[in-house]
């Protein structure tokens, strides 16, 4: 495996972000799970929707909160997960998590600290942190460049 490091990037604004993720789309393969963690408002989201943009989806993107689990059609598929609603490990096993994880398809995972033992060891970790108004600072952990 090749050594990986932490790229760290200054968003200014939710285009930022979006574009970011749009970059963050061309470096994702078959089987990549991506942990997104950052508290509420940091830009998860929107970072989901510029990989997804990315990885070709027209489909509006819409946080899974409610629904948990969404799949929009890619080469490969995208999963987009929520785990904010689930209390454990068990939760995301019962809704068949594991299975989606491990399907050889792109998994994006918002609140993935709620499901550490769900996670796999090659993982892609990527922080926001909310540094003002309008601005981000994003941690990606787990890509060899970007």
Known sequence: MAECFLIEFFSH??????????????????????ALKGELGSGK??????????????ETITSPTYTIISEYQSSPVLY??????LLNDEDFENLGGGEIINSGGIS??????RIPK????????????ITGPGSRLIQINGLEKI
């Open 13 to 34: 604004s939710p285009q930022d972000t979006f574009s970011l993720g749009q970059r963050i789309a061309s470096f994702l393969t078959a089987g990549s799970v991506v």
């Open 108 to 113: 994006l995972i918002e609140w993935s600290e």
């Open 80 to 85: 987009h997960i929520d785990a904010y609603r």
């Open 45 to 58: 989201t929107y970072l989901v929707k510029g990989i997804a943009k990315g990885l070709g989806i027209t």
């Open 118 to 129: 769900s996670l796999p060891s090659e993982l892609i970790t990527i922080i926001l942190k």
